[in-house]
């Protein structure tokens, strides 16, 4: 079995609900970090869905062990990992991404790894934990995370990459808005566009969301009288929604001058952030879209580096760069010769190319 699958019998103890073998293989020495075929440790399984009870099994027996995340559902972006390390100057803290557990809404895991010491504000491409528990619309996760404020930095103001869990709970429901009002988030607080939560969720139609929040938010000067149904008007306005445009279009600049700088100090997800900033406001944006399949490729995640590079190609047939985009990525998916064949192509409309294409070819 161990050939076919690499998994470990304590492996297929969690997987299997055993909580007195997971014990018996614990106490006989069972390596709580081995991986399986696809990266994951048992406590793995257990994040992903598996009785409680053989985390605290795991966690309260053990003081090193290291996670890899390795197969966050489709819907959730893809690959990413999760790591969970022992911090010997700290007395033993646990730092742990509880994305993870944000993502699987498994709250009892959660409150078992912040009681443990983990931190509720390490940030992602997803967000804060916070962010993405507000944007999932998880009420009882949310509550956890404000719960431990003092000791894990749940800020209900908090952004992630420029968006705060206010306004990342605009599409998630009333409940989850006023959740957060209550704890102490900002309403007046505005995103890059100078845009409060309110006018986003007029925007975007959440009526529910902005009457919520149309108490506490500031008056505009402009919306007179102030009242709801006059601030949707002067939203969906023409002169307001082309300065809104003008405002996007300016700060594509801004967002590639980021991106850059994210990408030079090897922050690879807020280099994928801010270059997905720019192609959602200008999808034909290539050089966005060859940086972020290049930060894809970097981070292992072929596919996307692909699907990247392929969009390059379809924007720019004649742009070497995006070949080259396009075979890195196929040959960190094993397409060695579609990668070969990308590289030459590059090459023929490049001819002599850059150092780096050539060596690639």
Sequence with gaps: MRKLSSQTPLHCAVAGNHPSICLHLLENGANPNAVDAKGATPIN???????TSHSKLILTRHQYFHIMWSNFPRGFHGSYMI????????????????LGCVLTEHGQLLQLLIKKGAKVDIDSIFGTPLQKAARCGNAKVISILLENNADGGADPNAPSFGLAPLEAANCAGSDITRCLVKAGANPNATNHLGLTPLEMA???GHLGNAAVLFPDTAPISDVSPWSLPGLVSYLFSEEVEQKIKQLEKKQIPMYLSEGEAAFRRRNYLAAIYYYSEVIEKDPSNTAALSNRSRCWAILDE????????????????????????????LKSVKKFSRAAKSFRLGLYYEPGGNEEMNRAA
């Design 45 to 51: 399984y257990v994040a992903q869905g598996m009785q």
């Design 83 to 98: 790591l969970i390390f022992w911090n010997l100057s700290c007395g033993f803290v646990l730092n742990l991404t509880l």
């Design 202 to 204: 007029a925007l975007r």
């Design 302 to 329: 072929g596919f996307k580096a692909l699907c990247d590079g392929q969009e390059c190609i379809w924007e720019r047939p004649m742009w070497p760069e995006g070949y080259y985009r396009t075979g890195v990525a």
